[in-house]
T-cell receptor
Framework: GAVVSQHPSRVICKSGTSVKIECRSLDFQATTMFWYRQFPKQSLMLMATSNEGSKATYEQGVEKDKFLINHASLTLSTLTVTSAHPEDSSFYIC???????????????FGSGTQLSVL | SQQGEEDPQALSIQEGENATMNCSYKTSINNLQWYRQNSGRGLVHLILIRSNEREKHSGRLRVTLDTSKKSSSLLITASRAADTASYFCGNTGGFKTIFGAGTRLFVKA
């Protein structure tokens, strides 16, 4: 199946700094990627849909200036948490669908996630 | 809220027993998918059931779908300790996939 690589897996930063998380599709082209956020023992909340070559679409209540998304190529999307604060501490996960394979193009392939801790 | 509901929230069973998890969703669907998440990891796709299907099997997994009740269930038969994980249903009604609250399954050896 398709592989999505996410880095870093864990990051600890000071309050006020910015953190960039990368999400790469390794063996397929991902015109669209999805960014989710997950708090401990809770479900995944969709933050935004990242579109290659255009602006991301943010879900209601997600600050686009706080969570900057860039999808500059068909295999890479980045999420930057700007001026991070302790309340931004969470598990962030990216995913993508491989639209090149019709039999499985509805499945989501997930990165391994990034645990962000803001001190 | 994005989420549908899942029950139970947590389930603890003995190895060899069957585990049943239920999911309800809010909006219309194209398909409903079940995913598994090991602690601190990304999700792995398990099985997909389309809106015009009522039941589907894959190995030890059995999924049912009742669109009139907007609900689905996942049955894992003959559970193993390695099945210990969180299980989420995902509602793909359009382009996006919205996840339910999840069930944390613990299988005791």
């Amino acid at each position: 199946g398709a592989v999505v690589s996410q880095h870093p897996s864990r990051v600890i930063c000071k309050s006020g700094t910015s953190v960039k998380i990368e999400c790469r599709s390794l063996d397929f082209q991902a015109t669209t990627m999805f960014w989710y956020r997950q708090f401990p023992k809770q479900s995944l909340m969709l933050m935004a849909t990242s579109n290659e070559g255009s602006k991301a679409t943010y879900e209601q209540g997600v600050e686009k200036d706080k969570f900057l998304i860039n999808h500059a190529s068909l295999t890479l999307s980045t999420l930057t948490v700007t001026s991070a604060h302790p309340e931004d501490s969470s598990f962030y996960i990216c995913s993508a669908r491989d639209f090149g394979v019709s039999s499985t193009n509805e499945k989501l392939f997930f990165g391994s996630g990034t645990q962000l801790s803001v001190l | 809220s994005q989420q549908g509901e899942e029950d139970p929230q947590a389930l603890s069973i003995q190895e060899g027993e069957n585990a049943t998890m239920n999911c309800s969703y809010k909006t219309s669907i194209n398909n409903l998918q079940w995913y598994r998440q090991n602690s601190g990891r990304g999700l792995v796709h398990l099985i997909l059931i389309r809106s015009n299907e009522r039941e589907k099997h894959s190995g030890r997994l059995r999924v049912t779908l009742d669109t009139s009740k907007k609900s689905s269930s996942l049955l894992i038969t003959a559970s193993r300790a390695a099945d210990t994980a969180s299980y989420f249903c995902g509602n793909t009604g359009g382009f996006k996939t919205i996840f339910g609250a999840g069930t944390r399954l613990f299988v005791k050896a």
